[in-house]
């Protein structure tokens, strides 16, 4: 029998059963369901076949017979199993998965090729030391020219909401470009991003589905980041849960002639330059198994910014949200990059995090408030 997950088969060989191994399948028989755990004798070996296992009985099991060795090892090979599902307090070995129902599914996978989109990229593999001078640093300029002055391969994370072109009231940054202008000025940023981040590095981009003009920026972004050869890792939707966007365009209520969506959420699309893996100190990991777990769960509910006015800024991104980002996505000590910083956010929330951070935006009332921001983080 294959050991795949929908088929997951233990194998303890032995030469004849030992009273030990006879009290053990004793014993795992009157405890277990013969679905969850089934016990096959073949010649001379012993097979166990795991579809599902409470494992806390399992463990207090191997507690009141603590000299049952058959007992004990079993227990550790159902923990070495790094794949399975949880429901009803069991680990579900088999079944849990749909995708995991695909026969052969590496094979196909290398056939096919795994984002074959980004393969033939010519990102070179040496990364450099981000430049001191701008380390901890909040720069009021246009990130286009700023960023030429970074050498390639210095950041380990952009994270960033760019400017979306919906006609905000921005300080000094003109928020109604014609849609080609727009793009054009956002994707020579967004070169440069690439440019700059490390081989391994990663670029999240926050951005919102656009309601009035039928322009799915998202879409846009993604397409230009794949054509730039970063491999596309997730999207991640963020739910606001705010309800009070209103309910149709008129005219259109209970008819299927033009009816208006409204949107709760925003996106947050995932890139990585070269390798999805990214090196670094295990010691520098700050994530909990918990946030882990809640987290590379791709729908995160939470609240929208309020403090929008009293930063003044009209596009606030909250605290959480860059939290989970850079704790996700990086290490302590990483430099961060946001080239649209606005009220600081990331740099802030970089700084609690122990991250190097350095943020840039057109707007010097901006920059004052971020500065502002991160002042209070030492008082
Ligand atoms: C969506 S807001 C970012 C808000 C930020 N995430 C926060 O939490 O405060 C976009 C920012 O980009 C800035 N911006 C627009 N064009 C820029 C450019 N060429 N260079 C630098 N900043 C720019 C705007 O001034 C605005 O503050």
């Not at 056939?111 to 593999?125: E, P, V």
């Not at 589905?209 to 963020?238: G, M, Q, T, V």
Request: proline residues 3%; hydrophobic residues 35%; contains cysteine.
């Amino acid at each position: 029998m294959a050991n795949t997950s929908e088929n997951r088969v233990l194998e303890l060989s032995f030469d004849k059963l030992t009273e030990n191994e006879m009290i053990g399948i004793q014993v795992l028989s009157e405890n277990f369901s013969n679905n969850d755990i089934t016990i096959i004798e073949e010649k001379n070996r012993l097979l166990v076949q795991v579809n599902k296992v409470d494992i806390d009985k399992l463990r207090k099991l191997v507690l009141d017979y603590n000299k049952n060795s058959f007992l004990k090892t079993l227990l550790k090979k159902i923990l070495d199993i790094k794949s399975y599902g949880i429901k009803e307090n069991k680990r579900w070995f088999t079944g849990y998965s749909g995708e995991r129902k695909v026969k052969d599914r590496k094979d196909k996978e290398k056939s096919r090729g795994k984002f074959y989109y980004a393969k033939d990229n010519q990102f070179s593999k040496t990364n450099n030391h981000f430049p001191s001078e701008f380390e901890n640093q909040i720069i009021c300029d246009d990130s286009e020219k700023v960023l030429k002055q970074l050498p390639d391969n210095c950041i380990d994370l952009v994270f960033t909401s760019p400017p979306y072109n919906f006609g905000l009231e921005y300080d000094n940054h003109k928020d109604y470009l014609n849609w080609t202008e727009y793009f054009d000025k956002l994707f020579r940023i967004f070169k440069e991003c690439i440019r700059v981040v490390k081989y391994g590095g990663r670029i999240v981009v926050n951005v919102q589905p656009l309601f009035s003009d039928y322009i799915p920026i998202h879409h846009f972004i993604s397409n230009f980041f794949i054509e730039n050869k970063l491999i596309w890792k997730a999207e991640i939707l963020w739910e606001k849960n705010n309800y009070n966007c209103k309910y149709t365009a008129w005219g259109s209520w209970k008819s299927p002639s033009n009816p208006y969506f409204k949107y709760s959420w925003e996106f947050l699309e995932v890139f990585c330059k070269g390798s999805m893996k990214k090196n670094g100190d295990k010691e520098k990991i700050d994530i909990t198994a918990d946030e882990f777990k809640e987290w590379v769960y791709g729908k995160w509910s939470i609240a929208p910014e309020r403090n929008m006015q009293y930063f003044n800024h009209p596009s606030i991104f909250p605290e959480e949200l860059a939290r989970r980002v850079l704790k996700l996505f990086s290490y302590q000590e990483d430099v961060i990059l946001d080239p649209f910083i606005g009220s600081g956010t990331t740099a802030v929330v970089a700084k609690s995090c122990n991250r190097r951070y350095f943020g840039i935006d057109l707007s010097n009332d901006y920059c004052k408030i971020a500065n502002e921001r991160l002042n209070l983080q030492n008082s």
